[in-house]
């Protein structure tokens, strides 16, 4: 058990709808990642916030939007949902800022969005 | 955009020892190389992390050389237990001056019996 608490574990919807996923970092840990994982694109780096505000940026949908809260939890909100968007999608946390820190990132279990 | 590259599987043995390679030719400046291990519907699990050189620790050794631009996770005396998928994570600066983490293509290690 990593610490990193994700719900749902699965979401089952319809394309066009909006979900949204949630992510609890580990006790301490500022920093939160998202990250998608479907069979033909391997592990895809979302996003990233470090205590509120984003940090980094990778190949994040405008469909998809992501914050992070006071109590440092975060959410990943998918909207116009499609059919390419089903996959894993992980959430990992560290304590510092990342990027250049030597920080070993602690993922979680995952949510699996299905989209039919 | 850098592009991490692995290879695609590898089959081993019990008891062997197995080397995976990591190409990643355009690694950020200062970042640190990552390795993970993924089993099926899991989360990716740290194994080791390492700037320069040799590191070692009680699963794993990384082998970095002077350019970085590689990186090969040696995994001593391999178990079925470790059949799983195995990832670089290294850092990239795009031209915007944004940072990404880019993952590797991820390496599938089937140990035989």
């Known amino acids: 058990d990593s610490g990193v608490t994700q719900t749902p574990k699965h979401l089952i919807t319809a394309t066009g709808q909006r979900v949204t996923l949630r992510c609890s970092p580990r006790?301490?840990?500022?920093?939160v990642y998202w990250y998608q994982q479907s069979l033909d694109q391997g592990l895809q780096f979302l996003i990233q916030?470090?205590?509120?505000?984003?940090?980094a940026k990778g190949n994040i949908l405008e469909r998809f939007s992501a914050q992070q809260f006071p109590d440092l939890h975060s959410e990943l909100n998918l909207s116009s949902l499609e059919l390419g968007d089903s996959a894993l999608y992980f959430c990992?946390?560290?304590?510092?800022?990342?990027?250049?820190?030597?920080?070993?990132?602690?993922f979680g279990p995952g949510t699996r969005l299905t989209v039919l | 955009l850098a592009k991490t590259t692995q290879p695609i599987s590898m089959d081993s043995y019990e008891g062997q020892e197995v080397n995976i390679t990591c190409s990643h030719n355009?690694?950020?400046?200062?970042?640190?190389i990552t390795w993970y291990q993924q089993f099926p519907s899991q989360g990716p699990r740290f194994i080791i992390q390492?700037?320069?050189t040799k590191v070692t620790n009680e699963v794993a050794s990384l082998f970095i050389p002077a350019d970085r631009k590689s990186s090969t996770l040696s995994l001593p005396r391999v178990s079925l237990s470790d059949t799983a998928v195995y990832y670089c994570?290294?850092?990239?600066?795009?031209?915007?001056?944004?940072?990404?983490?880019?993952f590797g293509t991820g390496t599938r290690l089937k140990v035989l019996a």
């Open positions: 355009n690694i950020a400046t200062n970042d640190y």
């Open positions: 990992a946390s560290t304590p510092g800022q990342g990027a250049r820190d030597a920080n070993e990132q602690f």
């Open positions: 916030y470090y205590n509120g505000e984003e940090r």
């Open positions: 994570l290294v850092g990239d600066v795009v031209t915007s001056g944004t940072y990404k983490y880019i």
């Open positions: 390492g700037y320069k």
């Open positions: 006790s301490g840990d500022l920093s």
